[in-house]
């Protein structure tokens, strides 16, 4: 099978196994640009589940922008210091909200790439998730799906991994696209025990037909 039909393939079942199988967090609920940038700087390196209580808490405290930029960083480091990098976080927030605070999160990569504590991944992420662009997002969870299915050895930096990402993403569904992703790399095509027995695409993902054999 080519990889172009690996991919259609691919991306079809995924968007049919989002159906389900979505996971909810509260930034998923909502299209703020400042409450989901404000969310993916907290995730960085974290997992989702220890990071929504926290998140809650930061958005209640400081629920615009301009309460952000005014933020006491002492305060701000107490209250996600259980996500660990709590100095480096709680000043690039602040930094964040003094920088925005008259201009609001601008729609532009380059200037959300200039934001301390943002990169690629986070730009990508605000865009298509609090904007509506088609724009990939690649971490470790995503890449060691792709790698898997495809039987690449990318890392989550690698140029070439947000080149296939972008390949396989749907331009007018980005957004489930994205989220289904995140959650299939979280608990299926999971890092150390994937749940290959509930994957929808094991008739064609390189991994598992390698351990099959074996």
Known sequence: MSQQKVIEEFRLGLLQWAEDNLRSF?????????????????????????????????????????????????????????????????????????TLRDTGIPADEAQLRDLPYVGQYAANATLCFAYGEPRPIVDENVVRVYNRIFGTELGYRDEEAWTLASLVLPQDDSRRFNLAILDFGATICAPKVPNCNSCFFTHSCNYYQSISQE
Do not use: C, M
Request: charged share 20%.
């Open 26 to 98: 509260a930034w998923r609920e909502t299209s703020d640009p400042y409450e989901i940038l404000v969310a993916e700087i907290l995730l960085q390196k974290t997992a989702a589940e220890k990071v929504e209580p926290i998140y809650n808490e930061v958005i209640e405290t400081y629920p615009t922008i301009t309460a952000l930029a005014e933020a006491d960083q002492n305060e701000l480091a107490e209250i996600i210091y259980s996500l660990g990098f709590q100095n480096q976080r709680s000043q690039a927030l602040i930094t964040i909200g003094q």
